[in-house]
């Protein structure tokens, strides 16, 4: 079947401006993972959806970042007035959930954000 | 909190060749480790896991990993490099607590194959 897909593919935006990225985790799965891969912080855990559960935000950077997840499927990781250091890959990750940490994860090809 | 380390940045092995790339873990509790492939421009993709049971555990392209808890070690190894091989490499452990399942990441080894 399908797999994770994340739109745009690539972004590029002016610094101060607001972004959305999407990701459509494969049908089925209740949990949904945001990470960020960059140059200096390698890959880095966002935030955690499992069903109707609050999510875990642990990772969220600064309170510019934030995601919501709607009807437990899509979801969207908004980055509010960007900056440069936003600039990174964001990679998107789904998996059935609820089967305990040694679950696969999915992921997506990812989304390349450029800050000017 | 867990963590993860990959020995070397950047591999090169030639063609046909043994592909070994270190990994060493820090966790206090029962480790659930995962090597994953990216190819260029790709996402990850999974190569192997380890839950419990079988310390050796075999993966797809030919990949093998064997889970040394005396080491805190989970190296991934392929006895014959082939071209297609060349992606980077990331070594996982998942974090569990709290209901967390997020994955903890080592920074990557970058694996070249030269002809």
């Known amino acids: 079947g399908a797999g994770v897909s994340q739109s745009p593919s690539n972004k590029v935006t002016e610094k101060g401006k607001d972004v959305e990225l999407r990701c459509d985790p494969i049908s089925g799965h209740t949990a949904l993972y945001w990470y960020r891969q960059s140059l200096g912080q390698g890959l880095e855990f966002l935030i955690y959806f499992q069903g109707n559960s609050a999510p875990d935000k642990s990772g969220l950077p600064s309170d510019r970042f934030s995601a919501e997840r709607t009807g437990g499927s899509v979801s969207t990781l908004t980055i509010q007035r960007t900056q440069q250091e936003d600039s990174a890959v964001y990679l998107c990750?789904?998996?059935?959930?609820?089967?305990?940490?040694?679950?696969?994860?999915?992921f997506g090809p990812g989304t390349r954000l450029l800050v000017l | 909190a867990q963590s993860v380390t990959q020995l070397g940045s950047h591999v090169s092995v030639s063609e046909g060749a043994l592909v070994l790339l270190r990994c060493n873990y820090s966790?206090?509790?029962?480790?659930?480790l995962f090597w994953y492939v990216q190819y260029p421009n790709q996402g990850l993709q999974l190569l192997l896991k380890y839950t419990t049971g079988a310390t050796l555990v075999k993966g797809i392209n030919g990949f093998e990993a064997e889970f040394k808890k005396s080491e805190t070690s989970f190296h991934l190894t392929k006895p014959s490099a082939h071209m297609s091989d060349a992606a980077e490499y990331f070594c996982?452990?998942?974090?569990?607590?709290?209901?967390?399942?997020?994955?903890?990441f080592g920074s990557g080894t970058r694996l070249q194959v030269q002809p």
């Open positions: 990750a789904s998996s059935l959930g609820g089967v305990g940490p040694g679950e696969t994860q999915y």
């Open positions: 966790s206090s509790v029962p480790p659930y």
């Open positions: 996982a452990v998942s974090e569990f607590s709290w209901g967390r399942r997020a994955l903890t």
